[in-house]
């Protein structure tokens, strides 16, 4: 237990030898500190990306996604390919709730939710899209026939391939996990989980 307590002091620190050795005893530095971890950019270790249900087979909402290069340049152009069945309508309001790791060192940390951003929960995922009602949607998701925002009629759907930009974005490098759990009408819909890296 010393060894791994001595192993985590040591690899901290050597992210960030700023913060002091009694902010493992105040929780509000520790949430200040793990805030300065997300923050930081890391070099990715090439984790791989990979999308996995964490649902049942009950779940109405299935999908698969793979995304390359990985790690994902931001900013920069990736490959999108995805595929999803649902059996019934989705419509707003859907219910998403993220927890969010980041990789330091040999450990993954939980990221708290900053700004909006992390492991959060937003009451509506549908009112998030970009693309408004109105607004013409992204030329990829006409060409396969593609929503790009609620209602979503019950159906399958399938990208064999897409190349979209990655805009500058404040989400700093690393490597992440995410595990998503999405609700409509208090009942899971889904659950998916992501790995993958960001380079910038």
């Known amino acids: 237990m010393k060894f791994l307590a001595v192993l985590l002091t040591l690899t901290v620190f050597s992210y960030s030898s700023a913060f002091p050795g009694y902010i493992f005893k105040e929780l509000s530095k520790r949430d200040a500190f793990i805030k300065e971890i997300f923050l930081k950019d890391i070099q990715t270790t090439n984790l791989g990306f990979s999308w996995n249900s964490c649902g049942s087979d009950s779940d109405p909402v299935k999908a698969a996604v793979s995304v390359s290069p990985d790690p994902i340049p931001i900013p920069g152009t990736v490959k999108v ?23 330091l060192g ?31 949607c992204p030329p990829e998701f006409v060409k ?25 974005s404040a989400i700093p490098g690393g490597d992440y996990q995410i595990k998503a759990n999405i609700y409509m009408n208090n009942k899971r819909l889904a659950c998916f989980s992501v790995s993958f890296g960001i380079s910038k």
């Open 81 to 103: 390919s995805a595929n999803a069945s649902l059996a019934l309508d989705v419509k707003a309001p859907v219910k998403l709730s993220l927890e969010v790791k980041k990789k």
């Open 144 to 168: 396969y026939g593609v929503p790009c925002r609620c209602p979503i009629s019950k159906g399958s759907y399938s990208v064999p391939s897409a190349t979209l930009q990655t805009e500058s």
């Open 106 to 136: 040999p450990f993954w940390i939980k990221v708290p939710c900053i700004d909006n951003i992390g492991s959060c929960t937003y009451d509506d995922a549908c009112a998030m899209t970009p693309w408004k009602p109105g607004q013409p």
